[in-house]
Nanobody, 120 residues
Framework: QVQLVESGGGLVHPGGSLRLSCAAS????????MGWYRQAPGKQRELVAT???????NYADSVKGRFTISRDNAKNTVSLQMNSLKPEDTAVYYC??????????????WGQGTQVTVSS
C-alpha cells in the first residue's frame, strides 16, 4: 500500500513564504512524476507544479517565478517552496505521485491535502 503524507501548510501573510513537503511510502520501485495540485473553495482542482524523475519541471503560469518544486528520488519526497504568496494562493494543496511502480503494477496516488491560507 502506497501512502503520501503532506506537511507544511498553514496561515501566512501576503508576501510571506511556506514550504510544503510530501513523502511517499510503501514498496515503491519508482515514481515517474510527483507534483502539487490545489483546490480553492468552489473551484476545480488545478495543477500547481510537477517534476519528473529526471528533473523536468512544469509550473502553472500563476506561480511561475514564485514557487519552486524539488524532488529527492532516493527518498521519494517532493517539496514546494512558495514565496511571495498572494491571497489567491489560498487553497487545499494536494500531493500527487504519477505512475508509481510497485510489485502490483503502476498507479497514481494522492495525499490527503494540506490547507494553505494567505491572509492579512
Amino acid at each position: 500500500q502506497v501512502q503520501l503524507v503532506e506537511s507544511g501548510g498553514g496561515l501566512v501573510h501576503p508576501g510571506g513564504s511556506l514550504r510544503l513537503s510530501c513523502a511517499a511510502s510503501g514498496n515503491i520501485f519508482s515514481i515517474y512524476a510527483m507534483g502539487w495540485y490545489r483546490q480553492a473553495p468552489g473551484k476545480q482542482r488545478e495543477l500547481v507544479a510537477t517534476i519528473t524523475h529526471t528533473g523536468n519541471t512544469n509550473y502553472a503560469d500563476s506561480v511561475k517565478g514564485r514557487f519552486t518544486i524539488s524532488r529527492d528520488n532516493a527518498k521519494n519526497t517532493v517539496s514546494l517552496q512558495m514565496n511571495s504568496l498572494k491571497p489567491e494562493d489560498t487553497a487545499v494543496y494536494y500531493c500527487n505521485a504519477d505512475r508509481v511502480v510497485t510489485y502490483r503494477g503502476d498507479y497514481d496516488y494522492w495525499g490527503q491535502g494540506t490547507q494553505v491560507t494567505v491572509s492579512s
